[in-house]
């Protein structure tokens, strides 16, 4: 696999190609999908006009920018929707958060309910989700769970890998706020600073691995956008780990190099959400779990996160 050039902040650019799929990078702004006031061109627009087909596989939020995969038929389509309902993708996302985890590593298990805005669209027929809502860490949600590991320190800032083993809408997001320590410009999730002006927040999708519905496993690697190298600069963060990150995910991609993790249950039985470092963590930063065994990490609002 050969590493990309740096990219622009604007542009929808193709990774990665078979005869059932394809990989872009999104840029910040841009949706996936087409919807009632959604700005076009969307990815699927730009993948239709330089491929002539494109299916929706997942999705992206707008401001993050990263690895998308879409498909090119029905089979691509079928079979792609599949390996993300079976969590055998492996994504591999880098956020910049404010603050420095005194954890190097951490398991974030807490359930996500998603709350709607009524504020948005009062008009809207009953049962009907707003167009704008949020995550919110409640024992009655859905199962989620995302892997850390801290890459870089910098300036009050950290940079954080991220793998999300379930994928609910705004995981990361939430979750890296539930732990106390919100993406840098995430105000949805009680950020305090902005990042940078061409996009919202500090988050991107930098690599994934999946299986192709041909057969063998596929890598891609999005580089970050140019604009994140400024921003690492200023705040003496050390971007280039998220390459050595990438690395290990060319190495989990191949079972000679590591065994693949096991996926959590489809339905396990709820439980207390609880976060687990893998090893004992001090006390002193915000929200970090205090020694002697996992427990209930503490929102840094409570119930739902400020804008």
């Given at each position: ?6 990219i ?7 990774l ?9 990078t999104k ?9 009632r006031?959604?700005?076009?061109p969307?990815?699927l627009d ?6 002539g087909?494109?299916?929706p ?12 995969i879409?498909a ?5 389509q079928?079979t ?14 880098v956020?910049?958060v404010e603050?420095s985890?005194?954890?190097?590593t951490?398991?974030?298990?807490a ?7 009524p ?6 027929r ?10 919110t860490?409640?024992?009655?949600g859905d ?11 910098g300036n009050?800032?950290t ?8 994928g609910?809408m ?9 732990v106390?320590?919100p993406?840098?410009?995430d105000?949805l999730?009680g950020?305090?600073g902005?990042?940078v002006?061409?996009q919202e927040?500090?988050?991107h ?7 192709r519905?041909e057969g063998?496993?596929?890598?891609a690697v999005?580089?970050l956008?140019?604009?994140w ?9 050390d971007?280039g780990r ?6 290990e995910l060319?190495?989990?991609a191949?079972p000679a190099?590591?065994?693949p993790s096991?996926p959590?249950?489809k339905?396990?039985p709820k439980?207390?959400s609880?976060?687990r ?11 970090s779990p205090s020694a002697?065994?996992a427990?209930?990490a503490p929102s840094?609002r409570?119930?739902?996160?400020g804008?």
């Amino acid at each position: 696999m050969s590493e990309p050039a740096p990219i622009g902040p604007h542009a929808a650019r193709l990774l990665a190609r078979g005869p059932h799929w394809a990989v872009y990078t999104k840029p910040a702004g841009m949706t996936v999908v087409a919807g009632r006031g959604v700005p076009r061109p969307t990815l699927l627009d730009v993948a239709e006009a330089e491929l002539g087909a494109a299916r929706p596989v997942h999705r992206l939020d707008k401001p993050t920018t990263g690895c998308c995969i879409v498909a090119l038929t029905a089979l691509g389509q079928q079979t792609l929707s599949d390996a993300f309902r079976r969590r055998v993708v492996d994504k591999r996302y880098v956020a910049i958060v404010e603050g420095s985890p005194t954890w190097t590593t951490l398991v974030v298990d807490a359930r996500l309910a998603r709350v709607d805005d009524p504020e948005v669209d009062p008009e809207r027929r009953p049962g009907k989700k707003a167009p704008l809502a949020i995550q919110t860490v409640s024992d009655d949600g859905d199962r989620a769970l995302t892997r850390l590991q801290v890459l870089a320190r910098g300036n009050g800032v950290t940079l954080v890998l991220a793998r999300p083993e379930t994928g609910r809408m705004h995981q990361i997001r939430c979750h890296l706020a539930h732990v106390g320590f919100p993406i840098v410009g995430d105000t949805l999730y009680g950020a305090r600073g902005r990042f940078v002006a061409d996009q919202e927040l500090a988050l991107h999708a930098a690599g994934v691995c999946f299986p192709r519905p041909e057969g063998g496993r596929e890598v891609a690697v999005a580089p970050l956008p140019s604009t994140w190298w400024g921003y690492g600069k200023e705040q003496a963060l050390d971007l280039g780990r998220v390459k050595d990150a990438m690395v290990e995910l060319l190495k989990a991609a191949h079972p000679a190099a590591r065994a693949p993790s096991q996926p959590p249950s489809k339905s396990p039985p709820k439980q207390p959400s609880t976060t687990r470092p893998t090893r004992p963590a001090g006390t002193g930063a915000r929200g970090s779990p205090s020694a002697g065994g996992a427990r209930s990490a503490p929102s840094r609002r409570g119930g739902r996160p400020g804008r």
